[in-house]
């Protein structure tokens, strides 16, 4: 039987991959494999077995101790060709990304990155993935014979996983050393921020004519107890840092409340707000496109309306 | 050394509105990607700071478009040279053919010691296409750059991924993509803009190149492609600031929204 082959350098996304592929791999009639690779392979093959794999190839080859993507690359190919994988989840992180161009190359396969939802639809694997720009949501076809999908991290529940039967494969690849190497790994430094789990966010844009100014933003975020984000602009001009990004080139978020301020709503910046439950925005100008997508809108300056609804919550 | 900078055509996506749910693209003009400007930007730099180098602009077109535009502003913003593989096989293509094309057009027009592109489009956005060159052209790629150095037949970048910052090194040749934080991109003067009508320009066809047009067909078909169905409560709060800000704070204390 041919497989749908999981994939990702981070366990707990592999396990997501593996508990939404258990239910796409049933409906289309494929098996579920997941492949475990590097020093840590053995350690995590277990639990892909646990989120749904039937079988996980494990490999452990020194090439692949650093996980460099033109040797992962390879190493799946390898397995691909080993297991019948006829269809990729990868994880749509950055180096997944780097990952599925490589190895669809590889394997004369279509791939689509930045999966927000998989289904079947007439026997085939649909993915949604953003497109120009957040603008719309494209749905797409692979019509090659294999497929590579890299799946954006929580679109599957692993709360929902069924085990697999979780067979250990190891198996012996042939692999050169990576033409990269990894000179150096830090953490990325600056303030760590979460704003995909902020229940409350105020987004500031370019409508605020200082950096300074950013203090009523950070006021305003004080009192609705909210974290701060801004438009990419914001962090090109280094007014806050890029861990602060909302949109595009940002964090995707799904706030309870959003508080656009000073945001024109260019769709760079909305794809990653139009999840919020109650959206609000700050303009001065009536025809800014945020005003199609607010629940709740002011027309009005915001250094007059601002520094007024942070009395205004203060007061209640 | 030869530094080839791949350059997207892209839509103007600030130009991109939505009618019903359907994206109105009749009219959006192309220029040269943000990323792309980044990659260029990234070249001019290594040359500036030494590296003896000609900056080759390539891109693809299906034909029509005036692509004599955009691989002008390359090259006004500092390219040397610039190739387009221009047909009309391409018009309805996706990542691995411009992916074929690109690698070709490099191989064709005297190779390439660093290849350097933007970590995706801002249009199409896929990320895949600097990967598929690199596996092409079976060299390293270093991709999601925000630094890059190039010293004794090597490149180094530092590179931002999503949790962490890693530094990785190639021997030549290779590709690094290039995120947005790696400079800040120039904006030609006039004098550049003059000068690169004369700067040369090559134009070539897929056969050129040895690929079959047919083979260049898509791998990938979009079903549809929507704006999203957003269904909010559009509710304009009129009055003065102190009339909008305390019937805001009402609206959004009945939606239970607040925390205090």
Redesign the interface.
Known sequence: MADMLIYSESPAAACELAAGGRRLATELGLGLSAAALGPDAAATASDLGACGADRVFVADDPALADLPTDVVAEALAQIAGQGEAECFLLGSTRRGKELAGRLAQKLDAGAVTDVTSLSVEDGALVGARYSLGGATVAEVRIDTPVKVFAVMPKVFDVAQAEAGAGEVVRVGLSLAPSGVELVGRAAREGEAVDLEAAPLIVGAGRGFAAREDLDLARDLAAALEAELACTKSLADFEWLPEDRIVGLSGAKTSPDLYVGVGISGQVQHTVGVSRAKTIVAVNTDKEAPIFRLADYGIVGDLYEVVPALIEALKSR | MRIVVCVKTN?D??M?R?RG?E?VLEAVPYKVGDLEKNALEAALKLKEGGLEATIVAVTVAEGDRKIGETLKEALAIGADEAVVVNDPALAAT???AV?AALAGAIGHTGGADLVLCG?GS???????????V???LG??????ARSVTVTDGAV?AE?????????????LP?LVSVV??INEPRIPGLMQIMKAGKKPLTELTLADLGIDPQAAG???????????E?D??????EGD??E???G??D???K?G????
Do not use: C, F, N, W
């Not at chain 2, 590179?159 to 021997?171: G, V, Y």
């Not at chain 2, 909010?232 to 709060?237: D, G, L, N």
């Not at chain 2, 929204?257 to 205090?260: E, H, I, K, S, W």
């Open positions: 839509l996506l600030q991109v939505i749910r994206p996706d990542q691995a992916a970590e801002t249009d199409g956005y896929s990320g895949i296409v600097g990967s598929r690199a596996e092409l060299v390293p790629q270093l991709g999601y180094t590179r931002s991924l999503d949790d962490q910052i890693e530094t990785l090194r190639a021997p290779a947005s934080e898509r791998q990938t078909t979009v079903l549809s492609d929507l704006a999203e957003q909010r409560k559009h509710i304009m709060i600031a102190a909008q800000a305390a805001l704070v609206a959004l204390a939606e929204v607040l925390r205090r």
